[in-house]
């Protein structure tokens, strides 16, 4: 049973490599609520990562706040988005080739999952869990679902102080 009486909540799917800090903090928001999270993404190869930001993300991301929100120079969002422009939406292979070798040589980084501080969940978590999660991590959605990320540092400790802050 979690601290607040539910069944106690499960955390499953690919969790190999994915930080011990992510996956505690995890675990208290999935106990907290009596909710199974399923990671989709965990920690995985600069490569994998970079192909699933040029397959999946799409334009309102790439041109959103969000990549700036990570602190990503202005001038390297730019050159993104003008190879995602060429490689997504006039099929040019070169600018695929280019944009994956740019993004796995530095964005990758900026995201967490080369590391283990970064998950994907199913786009499907309810909203309340989804508002616990963005109490200890950064959350945008992608069409493969929802990206949690520490930012290259841990989540917080979950205290009772941070655990009021989660609604039923």
């Known amino acids: ?24 903090f995890l675990q208290a928001v999935a ?33 959103g ?33 280019q944009f994956v070798q740019d993004m796995t040589g530095r964005l990758v980084m900026y995201t967490g999952h080369a590391t283990g501080v970064a998950v994907d969940l199913d786009k499907g978590t309810p909203k309340n869990v989804r508002a616990a999660l963005k109490t200890g991590m950064f959350e945008f959605a992608h069409s493969k679902g929802l990206h949690y990320d520490a930012l290259r540092r841990k989540p917080p400790k979950v205290t009772e102080k941070l655990r009021a802050k989660w609604k039923k």
Do not use: C
């Open 1 to 24: 049973m979690s601290p607040t009486g539910k069944p106690a909540g499960k955390i499953t799917g690919k969790t190999a490599g994915v930080s011990k800090d992510v996956l505690a």
């Open 31 to 63: 106990d907290h609520y009596g909710v199974t999270l399923k990671i989709k993404l965990g920690k995985t190869q600069p490569k994998r990562v970079a192909e699933d930001m040029l397959n999946s993300w799409g334009p309102r991301v790439w041109k």
């Open 65 to 97: 706040p969000e990549f700036p929100l990570l602190g990503i120079r202005g001038a390297d969002l730019k050159a993104w988005n003008d190879l995602y422009d060429q490689a997504v939406v006039r099929g040019d292979s070169n600018a695929y080739r």
